[in-house]
Structure formats: C-alpha cells, structure tokens
C-alpha cells in the first residue's frame, strides 16, 4: 500500500524556519519525482514544489523561490522541505505528493504550519 | 497567468455534470497535461485523472477526463450524493511547473 506521512509542522515566529519531512512506503521511491502542495485555511490547493528522482533537478513556485528548499534521502525513502523566511502568508497544510506522469498520484494527510508571533 | 475553473456548479444525483479548466493564457491541450483532484473538507485530495484522461487506480469509470473545446474538462456521470466535494484541476505549464485552479464546489441535490 502507498503511503506518505508528513511530520515537522508546526507554530513558528515570522522570519523563523521549519523543516518538513514526508516517509514515505509501499512504492520505489527513487523511481517517482516528488512534489509539495499547500492549501492554505479556507484556500485552494497550491503547487510549490517538484523534485527529480535523483535529486539533481528541482522547481518552484515564485511565491516560494529562494525562500524554500526541497530535496530527498532515497535511502531514508524520505522528501524534505526546508522554509525559511516564513511569512504569515504561508500558513497552511502542507501536503506531499508523489509524481505520476504529469500528475500528482498519492497524498500524504498533510502537516499545518502556522506562522504566528 | 491562470488556471480557471467554474466556482460552483450543481448536480441531481443521478445526473452528468461537466466541469471546466481553462488557461488564462490560452487553449487547453493535452500537452498541459491536466489532472482532477477531488477533495472533501478535513481530509487530503485524491486524485481522479492525470494525463488528462487516465484514470487513478480504484477511480470508477463514471469519472472521465478529456479536452473540451479549448479547455480540459472532468466529467461526471450518474452523480452521486458522495460526489459533493471540491474538486481542482491542475495544468502543467512548462518549465518545471505546474499551477492549480481556484477549485469547482460541486453540489450534488
């Protein structure tokens, strides 16, 4: 069975950072690019983030660029996101997902950040 | 630049309902790769289509996926009341990225 469990949020200061973590089982993890999304209280689902299979590639969301980092331990079968700078805005669920196609196949339960001082 | 979806849109169940994504920038093609997401309040999307008419594993076949037009379009038939949900597309627009639309709350009554 596919399984993704996100871990790492949490209340945090503005300016302040955060690293999430998604295990994930049940699938090759090195044979799947990974993605994050986010859905903000009340909001639609935003795309941030995709990595490559190995890790050499990665893309981002303006909203996000330069302010967080993805990247991937194949042999932990584990995606990480690191946010720095966090701002109000980015309050939400943050949700990883594993690539299949062009698409997103396969939904962690998502982990809330709230950025509050 | 954006992904539009219809805000609202209602079924009687048993019924077929279309719902619609366009590109602010422009006609919708397989080569945007859409895919349709379905989500219910509290919980985590599942994803319906990708590739713009492959179904998800365990998806049933009254959910379809096409290009309508110049937009991607998710079709529903025989809705049911578990049906309503939101439900957001998702195109790939290049360069390594991809953009959700606002989402479509679907009632079904």
């Known amino acids: 069975e596919v399984q993704l469990v996100e871990s790492g949020g949490g209340l945090v200061q503005p300016g302040g950072s955060l690293r999430l973590s998604c295990a994930v089982s049940g699938f090759t993890f090195n044979s799947y690019w990974m993605h994050w999304v986010r859905q903000a209280p009340g909001k639609g689902l935003v795309w941030l983030s995709r990595?490559?299979?190995?890790?050499?590639?990665?893309t981002y969301a303006d909203s996000v660029k330069g302010r967080f980092t993805i990247s991937r331990d194949d042999a932990k079968n584990t995606l990480y996101l690191q946010m720095n700078s966090l701002r109000a805005e980015d309050t939400a669920v943050y949700f990883c997902?594993?690539?299949?196609?062009?698409?997103?196949?396969?939904w962690g339960q998502g982990t809330l950040v709230t950025v509050s001082s | 630049t954006v992904v539009t979806q219809e805000p609202s849109f209602s079924v009687s169940p048993g019924g077929t309902v279309t719902l619609t994504c366009g590109w602010s920038?422009?006609?919708?093609?397989?080569?945007?790769?859409p895919s349709w997401y379905q989500q219910t309040p509290g919980q985590a999307p599942r994803t319906l289509i990708y590739n713009t008419n492959t179904r998800s594993s365990g998806v049933p076949d009254r959910f379809s996926g096409s290009i309508l037009g110049h937009k991607a379009a998710l079709t529903i038939t025989g809705a049911q009341i578990d049906d309503e949900s939101d439900y957001y597309c998702m195109l790939y627009v290049g360069s390594g990225s991809w953009v959700f639309g606002g989402g479509t709350k679907l009632t079904v009554l």
């Open positions: 997902a594993r690539g299949s196609g062009w698409g997103l196949v396969g």
């Open positions: 920038s422009g006609s919708v093609s397989t080569n945007y790769y």
């Open positions: 990595i490559d299979y190995d890790g050499s590639s990665a």
